[in-house]
T-cell receptor, first 115, second 111 residues
């Protein structure tokens, strides 16, 4: 079945460092891809999305490009801030989800940014 | 708009007890769903609904029941709690593909 694999955390960075969180997927056809973020004590929020190959999703300085050839959707940010500390989830919606956007999540990667 | 609300925030149950986790949304969304979040496993879909009166099973439905009598509410029932149901539960709603809104979660411990 469809699945998402993302790098294990925690990832610990200093403020203004470059961030990459790897995400690869297994799915039939062309799924839609997402990054969600969970701040401490809160629910998940959609960070960015890409719905077709070569699309680049971006938001709040974060970017991810849908790479069909490598089945990847890596999250990047050029300069992280302490406020970016959170858990980041890569997720997909299967191509044939019957009209309902079911989400299949990766395990999550915890990011801790220190001043 | 309150968005998606969940009650309670925390709950401790003894094995065999029953309870209902409440979820409500005020955005008139058709789609609602329940996920559980366990360490190292991300979120897994328990049940979902594509409209009032329509529900279906997700990836891990065993031990849980749902109903959808109104557009706004989507309660999750545990009929006989087990320690394996210790988890954080999230409700989500959506009106269109590609974006789901999540509630703040309910942390459940079953002893």
């Amino acid at each position: 079945g469809d699945s998402v694999t993302q790098m294990e955390g925690p990832v610990t960075l200093s403020e203004e460092a470059f961030l990459t969180i790897n995400c690869t997927y297994t799915a039939t056809g062309y799924p839609s891809l997402f990054w969600y973020v969970q701040y401490p004590g809160e629910g998940l929020q959609l960070l960015l999305k890409a719905t077709k190959a070569d699309d680049k999703g971006s938001n709040k300085g974060f970017e991810a490009t849908y790479r069909k050839e490598t089945t990847s959707f890596h999250l990047e940010k050029g300069s992280v801030q302490v406020s970016d500390s959170a858990v980041y989830f890569c997720a997909l919606t299967p191509m044939f989800s019957g009209g309902y956007n079911k989400l299949i999540f990766g395990a999550g990667t915890r990011l801790a940014v220190h001043p | 708009n309150a968005g998606v609300t969940q009650t309670p925030k925390f709950q401790v149950l003894k094995t065999g007890q029953s309870m209902t986790l409440q979820c409500a949304q005020d955005m008139n969304h058709e789609y609602m769903s329940w996920y559980r979040q366990d360490p190292g496993m991300g979120l897994r879909l328990i049940h979902y609904s594509v409209g009032a009166g329509i529900t279906d099973q997700g990836e891990v439905p065993n031990g849980y029941n749902v109903s959808r009598s109104t557009t706004e509410d989507f309660p999750l029932r545990l009929l006989s709690a087990a320690p394996s149901q210790t988890s954080v539960y999230f409700c989500a709603s959506s009106s269109r593909p590609y974006e789901q809104y999540f509630g703040p979660g309910t942390r459940l411990t079953v002893t």
